[in-house]
């Protein structure tokens, strides 16, 4: 079976890490499956050699020249399936099979796929109709995230529940990073960690407030925020206003993340909506207790009481007594990670992910056109 994957970010998050993995597994299981990326962008960088690429350089859905590149690659190609991954790649897979070029080109119609890995509505536009109707089959990373699909009128039939994976054996292969050493922390201090984009629903306004409580119960412990976004200078300002500055680290953007989370004491996801968390199933992987949220599809990766805790969304309060208690139960600690590893390995690895993916692809393929 032939597959063509589209992903137009540049940066890295967990989505792209899910394209990568997806990718790759299907190559390896001998089904030729062709990356379409933006060129410029860090999955490119992070492709292995071998990996069928192409690059476009797309600035924005309506991009008529990347409609075009994307054509010609389908063409060229011959897919069984187009797998658009985000929403401007939506776009373009519609633009593209509408185009006379490649209705020309193509022996018969690819099964059309598209990701859903956010718990946002789909965005209401005169073009909607337009931009989801070629979309045969939607792939969501969490129930959730299909019962908004059916909220915004995607039929139940057209959904499919595939939850996001994790390579265990590539997270074991990472060395662990002193973060102590790193960021000039002191030793044996208990470290809290956060890796997340700097967004508004990834809520580390919420983990910073929650610290300045747990710091008055655990006066030696560090809070390390590992990534990069919009809310940089809005979070850094936080940390100066609660007089956090010795306790609370925000790092930025680093590609050692992995091997920080495994000198974490504990992982914390804030997040206030959150379509699965990948962080979360990564640092499940290396054996940390988790603190998440009631948000999306959290509940779904992380077991209360036995892989980890949840909390309320935006509820600093709860967040901090939660963080407090594993911080003070070491045992505990170690019985969670150890869950939460087991959790991953039977749950969601990354071979379940690429063999999910593949049977909605052999499903839909053979029920033939309609779909």
């Known amino acids: 079976m032939k597959s063509v994957h589209i992903d137009t970010a540049k940066t890295w998050r967990g989505g792209q890490n899910q394209v ?85 080109a193509l022996r018969a119609r690819p099964l059309v796929v598209a990701s859903r890995r956010v718990d946002f509505h789909l965005k209401r536009h005169a ?11 939607f792939i969501a990373a969490s129930r959730v995230i299909a019962g908004i699909l059916q909220d915004d009128g995607i039929p139940a ?5 595939v939850h996001d994976g994790v390579n265990v054996a590539f997270i074991d292969k990472q060395p662990l990073v002193d973060a102590h050493a790193t960021f000039w922390l002191p030793a044996g201090a208990p470290l809290v960690g956060n ?22 119960e655990v006066p030696d412990a560090r809070f390390v925020i590992v990534g990069d976004g919009e809310l940089r200078d809005t979070l850094e300002k936080q940390v100066r206003d609660l007089a956090l500055e010795r306790h609370v680290f925000l790092t930025g ?29 990564e640092a499940m992987a290396c054996r940390r207790a988790t603190v998440g949220t009631l948000a999306g599809g959290i509940p779904e990766a992380v077991v209360d009481g036995k892989t980890g805790l ?21 045992a505990k600690r170690a019985a969670m990670g150890e869950a939460g590893r087991a959790r991953v390995e039977k749950e969601f690895s990354v071979d379940r992910l690429v063999a999910n993916t593949l049977d909605v692809y052999d499903k839909r393929l053979a029920s033939g056109p309609g779909r």
């Not at 919420?206 to 710091?215: E, N």
């Open 195 to 216: 890796v997340a984009a700097l967004a508004p629903h990834k809520g580390q306004k919420h983990l910073i407030a929650a610290a300045a409580r747990v710091v008055r």
């Open 157 to 161: 039939e057209n959904i499919e529940v």
């Open 20 to 104: 990568l993995l997806t990718v790759t597994g299907l190559s390896e299981l001998g089904h030729p499956a062709t990356l379409v990326a933006h060129e410029a962008g860090e999955l490119r960088r992070r492709a292995s050699e071998g990996l069928r690429f192409v690059g476009i350089n797309p600035r924005s859905e309506f991009d008529i020249h990347a409609g075009w590149q994307l054509a010609k690659i389908l063409g060229d190609a011959q897919p069984d399936v187009v797998h658009a991954h985000d929403p401007m790649a939506v776009a373009l897979t519609a633009m593209a099979l509408q185009m006379k070029s490649v209705g020309s």
């Open 310 to 330: 949840l909390v309320p969304p935006h509820e600093e309060a709860s967040l901090a007594k939660a963080i407090v208690t594993l911080l003070k139960d070491p």
């Open 127 to 137: 073009f909607s109709k337009w931009k989801y109707g070629h979309i045969d089959v």
């Open 253 to 281: 953007f680093r590609n050692d993340a992995l091997g920080l989370m495994k000198s974490f004491d504990i992982f914390v996801l804030s997040s206030v909506t959150e379509g699965l968390g990948s962080a979360m199933l």
